[in-house]
Structure formats: structure tokens, C-alpha cells
């Protein structure tokens, strides 16, 4: 299994990114959950967004409104929109995946909001 993130960079607050996991060896419409994290720089890993196999979708209370966790199932990519970009929203992102009984990441993409 290898995930591998797209689509970081320098956005000014109130922009907008998109991020996009693409995976191989392994189909993402059949694992259990997907998600992003992120971790800022002195901080823990957090959960930012998940969606189930199923497509029920889970955010953590910093984002919600602002951004949405989709997959392309024809792409077999896990993909996050996400608006209104605060300062706070600054970190490296990871994608991720649970298979074969143990989570997967990907390399992780810089995200920068600036004030």
C-alpha cells in the first residue's frame, strides 16, 4: 500500500486548497476508513476528516464548514476542499487508510495560511 498527497502550498487567509491522496495497492472504496490529519509544528497528529467505506463523512469541530473529505472512487483518491484557510490551518498534512489491520500514511504536504 502506498498513499501519496498532493496539492499543498502558500495560501492567504481565507483561500482556499485542495489536497488529493492518491493510493496504490489498495482500493479505498473498500477500506473500512480514510482520512486526513494534520500536525502543526510542536503539536500532536490530529484527525482532521474521515470517511467510512460506506461515505459517511466525520470532522474535527476546528473545520467543519470549511472543509469536506470526498473520494474519487474512479481515481481511487481521498481528496479534501478545503475554504475559508486560517492561520491555525497551517501544517503538514497526512493521508491515511486502515488495510490488513494497520494504518497506512502517505508523505505528507505542506500547508501554509498566511495572515
Known sequence: VQLQAFGGGVVQAGGSLRLSCAASGTNLRANSISAWYRQAP???????????????????DSVKGRFTI???????TVDLEMN???PDDTAVYYCNTFKYGRDWWGQ?????VSS
Open 42 to 60: 510542536g503539536k500532536q497528529r490530529e484527525l482532521v476528516a474521515r470517511i467510512t467505506a460506506g461515505g459517511m463523512t466525520d470532522y474535527a
Open 70 to 76: 470526498s473520494r474519487n472512487n474512479a481515481k481511487n
Open 84 to 86: 475559508s484557510l486560517k
Open 108 to 112: 505528507g504536504t505542506q500547508v501554509t
